[in-house]
């Protein structure tokens, strides 16, 4: 049996860019996505604390270091710049590896700059 657990979180990020016209996704600055074990094309949820919206889509890099946070597609509808997010990303694990299980929760500041990591929930 496998369970599905929180893999890594981004809390409370500010948005920085909606970008309507773009084919889809959520752009991270690279140094966040690799803070927070998340993998380019990996499937996350937005929860958006200003309104909230929920709902899934998958990262692609920003540019590393430019604290990018940018909703892409019809995502860009549901935030606005500004707006506070949490990205969530999970994961299925095996009752063996749940033995040694620590999600990790990057911590940002208002600029996406990584205030504190965590490895708990």
Do not use: W
């Amino acid at each position: 049996m496998t369970i599905e657990m929180l893999q890594s979180k981004i809390h409370r990020a500010t948005v920085t860019d909606a970008n309507l016209n773009y084919i889809g996704s959520i752009t991270i600055d690279e140094e966040l996505l690799e803070k927070a074990n998340l993998r380019v094309g990996q499937k996350v949820e937005v929860l958006n604390i200003n309104n909230g919206e929920r709902f899934t889509t998958y990262t692609i890099r920003g540019e590393r270091g430019s604290g990018e946070i940018c909703l892409n597609g019809a995502a860009a509808r549901k935030v606005q710049i500004g707006d506070k997010v949490i990205i969530i990303s999970y994961a299925s694990y095996s009752e063996e590896e749940l033995k040694n299980y620590s999600p990790t929760i990057v911590m940002v500041d208002d600029k996406n700059r990584v205030s504190e990591i965590k490895y708990e929930v």
